[in-house]
């Protein structure tokens, strides 16, 4: 990876920015050691960079609940500032579930958002959406998804990024892949994302798809009590909130909001224990 000179620039700098919303801040993969409870694909991929080649900074922006819009007013000027040679853009999915959202319009933005970023000289990683098979309510948003989807891909191929098709991913038609929400990622899905992006990238890694056993089929009274859970749980709070105008992310800063430089060993979280071991000392408290 040393020799490869999409990763860094010309000074040697290695600095990773991850631009998103929920998708790529980590939510359904919890960890409560690490900023805002998850940890996900993005702190992943910026481990396995650290481990092979060390020297990687890393930031993550991403907020749960961001639409396109607010990728673009809260997140790009704060990423470029910090001149990455590596950045990650999943972002619009969230538009797709809106109501009244004007698909032409939304690509335009993504299209131009992209070339900000493209032009920087970073290699930029984008994302297609994989088809959720939630429920049938949501099978009238496929035509949207095929949109965003045929567009991610013909502006990849423009831009010169690099594209990872997360609609072809075969694994993901497994219901373990996914959270309790069905929406996000489960910690093995975020797992697996991060062994296909860093395929991408071409970074060595030992990741690998989870030998499960067969699903076990449910019986009719099971998948009825897990629906009304579902849907009690999830789509009822969902449907709360866009009614009252707020969202998860609303409280919420981002996790990684500065570069900070990966460990080699133990990884993030190895930020966090002496982040803690600073905060209790003698010193810290005044004592």
Same mark, same amino acid.
């Given at each position: ?185 489960? &910690?093995? @899905?975020? #797992?697996? $994302? ?9 970074? %060595?890694?030992?990741?690998? +798809? ?54 080699? &060993?133990? @990884?993030? #979280?190895? $930020? ?9 000392? %003698?010193?810290?408290?005044? +004592?």
């Amino acid at each position: 990876m040393g020799s490869n000179p999409l990763l860094s620039d010309r000074e040697g700098r290695r600095v990773f920015v991850a631009l998103g919303d929920s998708f790529t801040e980590g939510v359904g993969d919890r960890d409560e050691r690490l900023p805002n409870g998850v940890r996900g694909w993005a702190d992943r991929v910026a481990e396995r960079l650290a481990k092979a080649e060390p020297g990687w900074e890393y930031a993550n922006l991403a907020i749960r609940s961001k639409r396109l819009r607010h990728v673009i007013t809260e997140q790009l000027e704060p990423a470029l500032a910090m001149k990455p040679t590596l950045i990650t853009l999943y972002a619009g999915g969230n538009d797709i579930l809106d109501i009244g959202t004007d698909m032409a319009a939304l690509m335009d933005e993504y299209e131009d958002l992209v070339a900000r970023l493209a032009g920087t000289g970073a290699t930029v990683v984008l994302f297609t959406g994989f088809d959720v098979k939630v429920s049938a309510v949501l099978e009238l948003l496929k035509k949207r998804n095929t949109v965003y989807n045929e567009r991610v891909r013909e502006i990849a191929a423009r831009y010169g990024t690099v594209l990872v098709d997360y609609w072809c991913l075969d694994a993901f038609h497994d219901r373990r892949m996914w959270d309790s929400d069905r929406l996000h990622m489960s &910690k093995a @899905g975020h #797992k697996y $994302l991060a062994g296909q992006v860093l395929d991408q990238l071409g970074v %060595p890694h030992k990741i690998r +798809l989870k030998d499960w056993d067969p699903p076990v089929r449910l019986s009719l009274r099971e998948w009825e009590q897990r629906q009304r859970r579902w849907v009690n749980d999830w789509v009822l709070p969902l449907f709360g909130r866009k009614i009252r105008g707020v969202t998860l992310g609303d409280t919420l800063a981002p996790r990684w909001p500065e570069p900070v430089k990966v460990p080699r &060993k133990r @990884g993030l #979280k190895k $930020l966090m224990d002496r982040d803690a071991v600073l905060k209790n000392s %003698p010193k810290a408290s005044g +004592l």
